[in-house]
């Protein structure tokens, strides 16, 4: 059964440090997003993305955070310099599109550690 | 979009039938109710959703009243890899479909 990939499982990285989280989505799979989870807290939206370009970011997308899709494969996600708060486990999810397919599957996570 | 509200945990006893409720008492004509779960630390599983029928897949049923303000997930023989926490998101259906986690139902499952 097709899954979403993510790589690699765990980065640690110092503040002020640029990351790149990957994910491979689901190979038919048109609709992507990013979600991150501070330990023990609620799961939350990052951003979305569609037909190339950014389709809603939240609040906590901010300059630092950037997506690409590089190739037909790829999805990956930039903190252009970390901060201790970053801290969190990133979760990639894609979906097919269309009306009757907004269920979203979610990769493994990449657990972020800032130091 | 609309707010759904669930209990904080819930205990199940293993091969019994689990029942999670949820209210989205605001819910509007457009939106979906969707079900997802996570266990400890791993990314979110989709379960099922349902516009206004009730539904059943291989994971779960899921009834949806008639008005629409409630729902229940139903796990028809818990395990204990059922141990997890459960989320009920309503989603309008002509949007980008982003998730909005609310804090779920915490669903324990015993021997």
């Known amino acids: 059964e097709p899954e979403v990939t993510q790589t690699p499982s765990h980065q640690v990285t110092q503040m002020g440090q640029e990351v790149i989280l990957r994910c491979v989505p689901i190979s038919n799979h048109l609709y992507f997003y990013w979600y991150r989870q501070i330990l023990g807290q609620k799961v939350e939206f990052l951003v979305s993305f569609y037909n190339n370009e950014i389709s809603e970011k939240s609040e906590i997308f901010d300059d630092q955070f950037s997506v690409e899709r590089p190739d037909g494969s790829n999805f990956t996600l930039k903190i252009r310099s970390t901060k201790l708060e970053d801290s969190a486990m990133y979760f990639c999810?894609?979906?097919?599109?269309?009306?009757?397919?907004?269920?979203?599957?979610f990769g493994p996570g990449t657990r972020l550690t800032v130091t | 979009d609309a707010k759904t509200t669930q209990p904080t945990s819930m205990d199940c006893a293993e091969g019994r039938a689990a029942n999670l409720p949820c209210n989205h008492s605001?819910?509007?004509?457009?939106?979906?109710v969707y079900w997802y779960r996570q266990i400890h630390s791993q990314g979110p599983q989709y379960i099922i959703h349902g516009l206004k029928n009730n539904e059943t897949n291989e994971m779960a049923s899921l009834i949806i009243t008639e008005d629409r303000k409630s729902s229940t997930l139903i796990l028809p023989h818990a395990t204990l890899r059922d141990t997890a926490v459960y989320y009920c998101i309503v989603i309008p259906y002509n949007q980008g479909g982003k998730l909005i986690f609310g804090q779920g139902t915490e669903l324990s499952v015993k021997p």
């Open positions: 999810a894609s979906r097919v599109g269309g009306t009757s397919g907004l269920e979203q599957y």
């Open positions: 605001t819910i509007s004509g457009n939106e979906y």
